[in-house]
Structures are given as structure tokens and as C-alpha cells.
């Protein structure tokens, strides 16, 4: 950001530095300076200084200009606050609803299908875990979630496994809430073959913060692998009772990693580890041994995730052939990575002012079928589970948490119905016109960079 420099004196202003000072200084850097070694009396000038934390938190520090005025140094204060593309620390109200809210239970799904899910692990063979120099092989846990007709002596699937649940409130600092949830764990998928979304989920994120999403989806036909990306993934547990944490530091504490190598490395880890998830679905669809032999359609299969995700989702369904159509849920954008396509794309945004350049980039590119949902009043975290745990917390616009988490589920499912499952279109939903949903804002064609294009 800029401030502007002035020499309200009657003669010529010598400025001898200019430097960052204070707490934490190395997190600004002065990288536009225009007003150089001297300025004359009456004149302005302007000097940028440029906030790039490594890690989540408080950054506090000044912009220093030691001059030949009697006044010299004169500073300018900073501060910023480094979120972690999940959320911003700090946040008292959500630890509060969360000990408010200590049992609780996801969100009843509308389908006509009960929920079953169950977790696999997969090894890459042919891959080495590139955040680890041991030579290790990659390992994914993938949790899945599918339609069952069992109903007789349903085990109750936990939200998460016990020992992930109580790190991931340690790390938020607060008794780890009771959850129910919709699901019978390992039970039998239904007759048929199906449709499959495959999920990434946000950065240092896990497989389950987006449950009452999954469960929804598999309520209505659809089998969901929501992919644990290891190391990355705040914590993750396998079938053998070995807990993995994220090397990457976590949204739920002051330790993230949030620079561009961090970051950028993730991505790619992640796009990995989909094309392996992929080839590992291919593989389970023709396994005697595999629950899911026969079950999955892999010629109706999506790419979706939310924030990191949301980009992951973009370049996902760009490189990898197989994907059929994506969904960013309040995804980064790819800028100038993102290439055209003739795919069907969804873009669901949960924050204000979201047409800026990279996003009018990205939807010129869309050359199939599009879709740009915009939840007004929400948050970053609004289409998480953070929505229900942490209800009264999150924003939820004017029509609360049921019918805001309902939307979320209606927009999704009702892209995958028709661009993916064969289903008529919803047209009321899909135009906009849904009285049930009155701050969703519907576009097919916005006005980008200045072409003439309609939104409803």
C-alpha cells in the first residue's frame, strides 16, 4: 500500500533512509519508492511498502525516513494481520461457539439414500513423499462417503478418528466437541454404478471438514473420495494408528507456513496425488476384493475443493483428462496458470468484491458450460463445516445456517445433476430464481473487463 510524503516546509527536504523498523520488520518491504534523495517544498511524493508474512498472525513494525527536518525520524505505522487462507487468528467468538455448541450433529441430508463411508489407504509405489528426503513411498488416506440401502445394526460413523479430533481441538484450544453424523461406517455401497466427486480440501485442511457437504451428496446418488494430502493435511491418521501432521503448520494455530514456495509446492504435491488417486479409483472399480468393485461410473467424475482446493480443482480438471467437470469453492485463483477450457466449471465465492482480474481472466476462459454462485454475507468459511460447528459465529447472510449450509449443498449438487449426472437442469435454481435462497447471487454471464454480457 502507498502513503504519500509532503514537504509543508519552505525549503528543500534532504531524505538520507528510508527503512522498516519496529516488532517485526521483516515482514514489509518498501518496493515502489518515488520519492528519492530530495523533495522540494510543496511537493509530494509517494512510497509503497509491501506486507508478505511467512506465517500466520500479528506483524507490526514502521516505515522509518530519517530527514534533514527538525522532526526526523518521521514513521509511518503498520500492522497487518496474515490469514491463512482458511481463516484469520484471533477469532475468539468462533473457539466461543465452538465450547457453545460441545455436541452437536451434522446437518440432516436431503437425498433419498442413507450414507455409508468408510476410509482407505493407498501407497504410490512408483513415487517417493516429496516432503520427506527418506525415500519413503507417498501414502494417501482417502475418505469416502456413498449411498447404502443398509440400515440394520448401522455402526455410527465417527466425524473424525478420536485421536485427530482431540489434536485438531488442542490446537484450537478447546474441549473437543461431541459430533453425530448421518453415516454407517463400512457399510455396503447400493447396486448400480455411480457417479464419483473427488475433493481436495483447503490448505492444511482434513478429509472431513466438509462433511455435511459429502454426506449430502452421497444421500443423492453420488460417491465422494475426499483426499487426506499428508504432511500438508493438519493430521491424519491411518488404518495402522499412526497420526501424521502437517510439516506445513496448521490454520488452526500460529504456525503456518503461508509463503509462495510453501504454497506452490502443496499444489503440486496435491495435483500428484490426484492424478495417483485417480488410477487408485480405476483400480478399486475392477478389484474383486475392493468395496467398491463394479460400483463407481469413472466416465462421471468430478474435480472439486475449497480455497487451495478450489485451485487445485482448476488446474485438476485442466491436466488430468479423466476429471469431467470442477468446482472451485472459494478457491485462489490460477491467474495466468489457467488455461482455456470446454469443460462445465463452477465457481462458488463466499466473500465480497470477487470479479477482480484474475477471476475476469479465469472466466473468459470457460469456454463449456459456467456457473459463478455468489453466497452475499458469507465468509471463507461459511462453506466449511465451520458453518454448523461454530453456528453464530460464522456468516450465514440474512437466512442463518440451515438454509445458507442448504444452499451449498442445492448449488453443487445441482451443477453435478446437470453437467454431470444427466439430469434436467433447474432452471429457477441455476437462474437464480430460488425464493428459498434470496442472497445467493446466480451468474452465467458477468461483465468482465468491460464485455457486454448479462447477470441475472
Given at each position: 500500500m502507498p502513503t504519500t510524503l509532503t514537504n509543508t516546509g519552505s525549503s528543500v527536504l534532504s531524505i538520507t533512509a528510508k527503512t522498516i523498523t519496529g516488532l517485526t520488520p521483516n515482514a514489509y518491504t518498501v518496493v515502489n519508492d518515488m520519492c528519492g534523495a530530495t523533495v522540494a517544498s510543496?511537493?509530494?511524493?509517494d512510497i509503497s511498502v509491501k506486507f508478505a508474512p511467512g506465517l500466520a498472525g500479528r506483524y507490526f513494525a514502521n516505515?522509518?525516513?530519517?530527514d534533514n527536518d527538525i522532526s526526523s525520524p518521521q514513521q509511518v505505522p503498520l500492522s497487518g494481520t496474515a490469514c491463512s487462507g482458511i481463516r484469520c487468528f484471533g477469532q475468539a467468538d468462533i473457539r466461543s461457539a465452538l465450547v457453545r455448541n460441545a455436541i452437536n450433529t451434522v446437518p440432516t441430508p436431503s437425498g433419498p439414500n442413507k450414507v455409508g463411508t468408510r476410509v482407505i489407504d493407498l501407497v504410490d509405489s512408483m513415487r517417493s513423499d516429496p516432503y520427506h528426503a527418506t525415500g519413503a513411498r507417498r501414502e494417501l488416506a482417502v475418505r469416502f462417503w456413498y449411498p447404502t440401502a443398509f440400515t440394520r445394526g448401522c455402526k455410527p460413523a465417527p466425524y473424525a478418528s478420536s485421536i485427530v479430533w482431540n489434536y485438531l481441538a488442542e490446537l484450537e484450544r478447546v474441549p473437543a466437541p461431541r459430533v453425530k453424523t448421518n453415516s454407517c461406517q463400512d457399510a455396503a455401497i447400493t447396486l448400480g454404478t455411480h457417479p464419483v466427486v473427488v475433493f481436495t480440501h483447503g490448505y492444511t485442511g482434513t478429509f472431513t471438514d466438509y462433511t455435511f457437504l459429502f454426506e449430502d451428496l452421497a444421500s443423492r446418488g453420488y460417491v465422494v473420495a475426499s483426499v487426506g494430502h499428508t504432511f500438508e493435511t493438519t493430521a491424519v491418521e491411518f488404518s495402522d494408528?499412526?497420526?501424521?501432521?502437517s510439516v506445513l503448520g496448521s490454520h488452526l494455530g500460529n504456525t503456518l507456513r503461508i509463503d509462495g514456495e510453501s504454497t506452490s509446492l502443496a499444489v503440486a504435491v496435491r495435483l500428484s496425488d490426484l492424478k495417483f488417486?485417480?488410477?487408485?479409483?480405476?483400480?478399486?472399480?475392477?478389484?474383486?476384493?475392493?468395496p467398491f468393485a463394479g460400483k463407481l461410473d469413472l466416465s462421471r467424475i468430478a474435480l472439486a475443493g475449497h480455497s487451495l482446493g478450489g485451485l487445485t480443482a482448476l488446474l485438476g480438471v485442466e491436466l488430468d483428462s479423466r476429471f469431467r467437470a470442477g468446482i472451485?469453492?472459494?478457491g485462489v485463483m490460477p491467474g495466468s496458470l489457467f488455461s482455456p477450457t470446454d469443460k462445465p466449471i463452477m465457481m462458488l465465492f463466499a466473500r465480497g468484491d470477487h470479479w477482480d482480474a484474475d477471476t475476469c481472466h479465469l472466466w473468459k476462459g470457460l469456454r463449456g458450460p459456467r456457473l459463478a454462485?455468489?453466497?452475499?454475507?458469507?465468509e471463507h468459511l461459511t462453506p466449511s463445516d465451520a458453518v454448523w460447528l461454530a453456528n453464530g459465529a460464522i456468516k450465514t447472510g440474512t437466512v442463518g445456517m440451515t438454509r445458507t449450509a442448504g444452499s451449498v449443498r442445492?448449488?453443487?449438487a445441482g451443477f453435478l445433476d446437470a453437467n454431470l449426472n444427466g439430469k434436467p437442469m433447474d432452471d429457477r435454481l441455476l437462474m437464480g430464481l430460488s425464493v428459498n435462497y434470496p442472497d445467493v447471487e446466480v451468474t452465467t454471464q458477468p461483465s468482465c473487463g468491460g464485455a457486454q454480457e448479462d447477470t441475472q
Open positions: 510543496g511537493s509530494s511524493c516505515l522509518t525516513i530519517s494408528g499412526r497420526m501424521v501432521k488417486v485417480m488410477d487408485e479409483l480405476e483400480r478399486l472399480n475392477v478389484s474383486d476384493a475392493s472451485s469453492i472459494d454462485v455468489n453466497l452475499k454475507g458469507t442445492d448449488y453443487v
